[in-house]
């Protein structure tokens, strides 16, 4: 015989972790990665489907603020149609993003998540690299492979 909390905790059911759907690689390129913030996104039904169906480019989007607001823009959603979305933030988040634009920082959408519930959308606040910065990230990251590749 089970009892009553054993019982209740076998069926509880666990809670996923966010997948994500995609990811913007040319913002690590092109940009010096700095706070990352968590947001929502204000979508219609057939938009969501298309997320979590991942048909969905992070490349070219942009994030701006207009009147007090955080969008997204050049979403290419489905089959090369692009959309600009809200972004849905706390104020303290919106406030410490103005401040970060007003320093000469730009806001970079890097990762779309769809696990669970909700659609968010991870941007962070970066620096341009300039064409010497990012010679130096390819010799780098050529340097790491080639040094595991000789030790296998």
């Known amino acids: 015989m089970l009892l009553p909390y054993l019982w209740y905790n076998r069926t509880m059911k666990k809670a996923k972790t966010p997948a994500t759907v ?12 700095g706070e ?19 048909h969905v480019q992070l490349k070219g989007s942009f994030v701006t603020l207009k009147n007090g ?15 600009n ?3 849905l ?14 320093d000469g920082l730009q806001i970079v959408p890097v990762r779309l998540l769809a696990g669970g519930r909700y659609i968010k959308l991870i941007v962070a606040t970066g620096k341009s690299k300039k064409k010497y910065d990012k010679r130096e990230t ?3 990251r050529d ?10």
């Open 89 to 102: 933030v706390t104020k303290r988040q919106l406030n410490t993003l103005a401040r970060a634009k007003q």
């Open 69 to 83: 607001e955080l969008w997204l823009n050049n979403l290419t959603l489905g089959a090369e149609t692009t959309k």
């Open 143 to 152: 340097l790491s492979r080639n040094l595991k590749h000789q030790q296998y």
């Open 22 to 33: 995609t990811i913007n690689r040319r913002a690590r390129y092109d940009y010096q990665l």
């Open 36 to 54: 990352e913030l968590s947001c929502g996104l204000v979508l219609s039904g057939p938009e969501v489907r298309l997320i979590r169906d991942h």
């Open 85 to 87: 979305l809200k972004l």
């Open 138 to 140: 390819i010799k780098k």
